[in-house]
């Protein structure tokens, strides 16, 4: 087994076991049980699906003479599911909104910082003078 099929299986056992969780745990809110073959059903379908949008984000970002996938590759993708949509729609805002406190937080460390700076050095230029 090369080391592709390797990571491959990797992610495949990492999807498996995350579509199990997920699958125990709404089972046991509905009070129902799922077959190991419905848990596996399941995550072979989640696994293929994930393939799928990794070509098509890759396509998006191609196509529009990239090679990052952003948050607009993403929104396309979604574009047919409405919730999903619109959840990304909300997750992309409250990112914007986050990244944008921060550039404001680091301005003003960047600010406070250079007027002690700025201090400093004329404190240092007093000093000179004085001797």
């Known amino acids: ?3 592709q099929e390797a ?6 056992a990492a999807v498996h076991y995350t579509v199990s969780k997920i699958c125990q745990s709404t089972a046991a809110e509905c009070e129902k049980e799922m077959s190991r073959q419905a848990v596996a059903a399941i995550a072979e379908t989640t696994f293929r699906q ?5 070509k098509d984000l890759e396509a998006f ?3 529009a003479k990239r090679h990052t996938i952003n948050v607009d590759d993403v929104k396309l993708l ?3 599911s409405t919730a999903l949509s619109s959840h990304i729609q ?3 805002e409250e990112l914007a909104v986050n990244n ?3 550039k404001e937080k ?3 460390n960047a600010a406070k910082r250079k007027s002690k700076e700025m201090e400093g050095n004329e404190a240092d230029e007093a000093g000179d003078t004085e001797n």
């Open 106 to 108: 680091r301005k003003k």
């Open 78 to 80: 979604a574009r047919r």
């Open 1 to 3: 087994m090369d080391e």
């Open 100 to 102: 944008q406190e921060l």
């Open 7 to 12: 990571y491959t299986q990797r992610l495949k």
């Open 90 to 92: 909300q997750k992309s």
């Open 50 to 54: 994930c393939e799928i949008f990794a």
């Open 61 to 63: 970002a191609r196509h």
